[in-house]
Nanobody, 127 residues
Framework: EVQLVESGGGTVQVGGSLTLSCVAS?????????IGWFRQIPGKEREGVSCISRSRGPLYLTDSVKGRFTGSSASAKNTVYLQMNNLRPEDTAIYYC???????????????????WGQGTQVTVSS
């Protein structure tokens, strides 16, 4: 059974930092799925943020967080991380760990879900 368990959300002031963690089990990280992070802002569609390969490292990072967020993994622990620095109010969302993939498109690389989701963790950035 695929399981994805997130931790590390919370409330932080503008300009602060948080690190999200996701422990994965029930599948082979890379052979079966990549692992990444999506976020859902109230009233908006769920957005892919970061998709990570165990062997190749970061595969995708959405433009709005480049220079501030970093996706990484600790392969021995089957764990992925999202280091979030210089947080802004518009980063406030529920962040979901999920299995992911990337595909090319006419508008650049797109990040897709591969169908398995964690329970989500709230990140709130207060001004």
């Amino acid at each position: 059974e695929v399981q994805l368990v997130e931790s590390g959300g919370g409330t932080v002031q503008v300009g602060g930092s948080l690190t999200l963690s996701c422990v994965a089990s029930g599948f082979h990280f890379d052979n079966d799925y990549y692992i990444g992070w999506f976020r859902q802002i109230p009233g908006k569609e769920r957005e892919g943020v970061s998709c990570i390969s165990r062997s190749r490292g970061p595969l995708y990072l959405t433009d709005s967080v480049k220079g501030r967020f970093t996706g990484s993994s600790a392969s021995a622990k089957n764990t992925v991380y999202l280091q979030m620095n210089n947080l802004r109010p518009e980063d406030t969302a529920i962040y979901y760990c999920a299995t992911c993939s990337t595909v090319p498109s006419a508008w650049g690389t797109r990040m897709l879900s591969s169908g398995h989701w964690g329970q989500g963790t709230q990140v709130t950035v207060s001004s």
